[in-house]
């Protein structure tokens, strides 16, 4: 039987297999994953939790939802957009996210099914290797939402498909399906909807059975390119939490509420 980790969050659960494999498996079964509150706290620190543990050799996120996550749930906009508090405190979270990832001597594998937004992609690219389903959904909503692309793109989309289609996807949110991120480099690699699962469960196991210490350099090495970035990563996020004090963040909320598009101009550039 698998080890299921305590958490503070129905968001998604972690259970850790005999083989050394950590589940970290969005939820609800059926239903649409969303990060509220209390699981973006959670992603935050998930990371160091896995990390130190001896009977965790890879680590495979994927979802048991219609999609593999949504992102933040409308609440925690909401409440970002009326209070500092909250802004400095997701803030920070994002942060813990992107550098609990890359700091996790664990590999990690994403198995991405249906739609990955905010939060949901950036735990999807930023995993080691990311797999994706070909109807899958890949977009960051947050120019559309009338904040900046802060959570994790600057760090990772220009290395990983090259400035020009990092630009062109960020800046008019264009949805990316799984098929066209690989074909860009976004993405490691695209599968029928039908063989995603079975593929990154693969994937994990060989990065399970694979040297430790060989598998953890490689990655820590090759992280040198993405912390070399930190520098852009740090003025996004505080660009995307600055947002959300102004009043198109407002107008973007209204315009998914009330399903239209936005129309902005009362921010400040």
């Given amino acids: 039987m698998p080890i299921s980790l305590p958490l503070q969050t129905t968001n998604f659960r972690v259970d850790i297999h005999a083989e050394g494999i950590a589940h970290l498996v969005f939820q609800p079964a059926d239903g649409m994953p969303v990060t509220d509150a209390s699981g973006h706290a959670e992603l935050a620190t998930i990371w160091r939790t896995l990390n130190t543990r001896d009977d965790v050799r890879a680590i495979l996120v994927r979802s048991e939802g219609k999609a593999?996550?949504?992102?933040?749930?409308?609440?925690?906009?909401?409440?970002?957009?009326g209070s500092e508090a909250t802004r400095m405190r997701v803030m920070r979270e994002a942060r813990e996210i992107v550098q609990?990832?890359?700091?996790?001597?664990?590999?990690?594998?994403?198995?991405?099914?249906?739609?990955?937004?905010?939060?949901?992609?950036?735990?999807?690219?930023?995993?080691?290797?990311?797999?994706?389903?070909?109807?899958?959904?890949?977009?960051?909503?947050?120019?559309?939402?009338?904040?900046?692309?802060?959570?994790?793109a600057a760090i990772i989309w220009p290395l990983l498909c090259g400035m020009a289609k990092a630009k062109y996807y960020l800046l008019l949110c264009e949805t990316v399906s799984g098929e066209e991120a690989e074909r860009i480099g976004l993405i490691s690699k695209v599968v029928d909807a039908d063989a995603l699962q079975a593929e990154a469960l693969a994937v994990a196991q060989k990065l399970a059975a694979g040297s430790r210490f060989a598998l953890a350099a490689t990655k820590r090495s090759l992280n040198h390119w993405l912390y070399a970035a930190w520098p852009a990563f740090e003025a996004s996020l505080t660009a995307e939490m600055?947002?959300?004090?102004?009043?198109?963040?407002?107008?973007?909320?209204?315009?998914?509420?009330?399903?239209?598009?936005?129309?902005?101009?009362?921010?400040?550039?």
């Fill in 68 to 81: 593999f996550c949504a992102g933040g749930d409308l609440g925690m906009v909401e409440d970002m957009l």
């Fill in 100 to 152: 609990g990832m890359l700091d996790c001597d664990k590999l990690i594998v994403s198995a991405i099914n249906g739609a990955a937004v905010g939060a949901g992609l950036a735990v999807a690219l930023m995993a080691d290797i990311s797999i994706a389903a070909r109807n899958a959904k890949l977009i960051d909503g947050h120019t559309k939402l009338g904040v900046a692309a802060g959570d994790h």
């Fill in 242 to 269: 600055m947002g959300f004090g102004q009043a198109d963040a407002r107008e973007g909320l209204a315009a998914i509420r009330e399903r239209r598009s936005p129309i902005f101009g009362k921010g400040t550039p």
